[in-house]
């Protein structure tokens, strides 16, 4: 493998890219962005009326898949799943296991690999199209984690709505803004 940097304004690329290329390097990331979506789950605001917390995990698995690109990015979600579900204690509030909220890590997963495809497109280089990504990676979240809830929490689907999607939608709204000032502000500092 070439231990090469490419440069920066290269389409097809994600942050990641830009660190030398070795096995060892993709290893540490994809460990990395586990470990940074376990660190994230631990951010935990309870809400009432909601079995599910907001917590920073979906934020992390945001920017993992972005920053990493989807294989890397998949690696990494699929990492920290399987911990959890093997009872290291990283999913929100320390828990571990299939819960409840376990639909939105599946969720997690699929918008990792959206996201980070995305971002080889160059979609995490401008606010516009980051805020775009950032809305799409939560809808493929919600899309899996709400249905999950219903069934998990044995829920009707406008009880699974109002209890797993509508109170984290402002939060979404602030994950996204600071991802859009985050992501095409490292691609500009990595220009220079």
């Known amino acids: 493998m070439s231990t090469a940097v490419a440069t920066p304004a290269s389409t097809g690329q994600v942050l990641a890219d830009l660190l030398p290329a070795s096995r060892v390097r993709d290893v540490t990331l994809v460990l990395g962005g586990a470990a940074l979506t376990g660190l994230a789950a631990q951010i935990s ?45 990283c999913f ?10 376990f639909g939105y890590i599946l969720g997690m997963v699929l918008a990792t690999a959206a996201v980070g495809a995305l971002a080889r497109r160059g979609a995490d280089r401008s606010v516009w199209r980051t805020a775009g990504t950032m809305v ?16 998990a929490a044995g829920l009707s689907a406008s009880a699974a709505v109002a209890a797993g999607l509508t109170p984290f939608l402002i939060g979404d709204a602030v994950k996204a803004a600071l991802a859009m000032g985050l992501l095409p502000t490292a691609w500009k500092l990595v220009k220079r």
């Open 92 to 101: 929100a509030d320390g828990t571990s296991g299939v819960g409840v909220s």
């Open 45 to 89: 605001v309870p809400i009432p009326g909601s079995p599910v917390p907001v917590t920073g995990q979906t934020f992390a698995a945001l920017l993992v898949g972005t920053s990493l690109g989807a294989r890397r990015g998949i690696a990494s979600l699929v990492v920290y799943a399987l911990a959890g579900l093997a009872g290291v204690p």
């Open 136 to 151: 799409l990676g939560s809808a493929i979240i919600y899309a899996v984690g709400v249905p999950y809830l219903a069934y």
